[in-house]
């Protein structure tokens, strides 16, 4: 990616819990600021009707969450190989999370998705 890393939020929805292991952890990147390294080893798998996963084919990693429709895509914060200097800017979908595990008290949490601002596409 090219500048600065926006802060990412964490989903906690069965879908994310699944194909991750966990909540997934994402930063939405504008399509034209991202430079993949190895793209040709990066699969695809269509997870909806509107969404599809991108995931190392070598390795099985997850990479990315992608609505082909908007101009961003979701990128995994394990995926940068640098520390990416920012934190966790909101959780969602907190009404699927695991029982397994506490939300932290200083970050903000929705039962879905916040709703949308009126710049943004979310």
């Known amino acids: ?30 399509r034209d600021r991202l430079v993949v390294r ?18 190392c084919g070598t390795c099985g990693s997850p990479l990315f969450w992608d609505r082909p429709a908007r101009d961003w895509i979701g990128v995994a914060t394990g995926a940068f190989d640098d520390p990416i200097g920012t934190r966790i800017a909101a959780h969602v979908h ?7 595990y506490a939300l932290p008290a200083d970050e903000p949490a929705w039962l879905a998705v916040p709703p949308p601002h009126p710049c943004t596409d979310r």
Do not use: N, Q
Not at 38 to 55: K, L, Q
Not at 94 to 100: A, I, L, P, Q
């Open 1 to 30: 990616m090219t500048g600065d890393v926006p802060a990412p939020d964490a989903c906690h929805c069965r879908a994310c819990r699944k194909s991750s292991g966990h909540f997934f952890v994402s930063t939405d990147v504008p």
């Open 38 to 55: 190895g793209s040709e080893h990066v699969r695809w798998y269509a997870s909806s009707r509107a969404v599809r996963r991108g995931f």
């Open 94 to 100: 907190v009404g699927e999370k695991g029982d397994y």
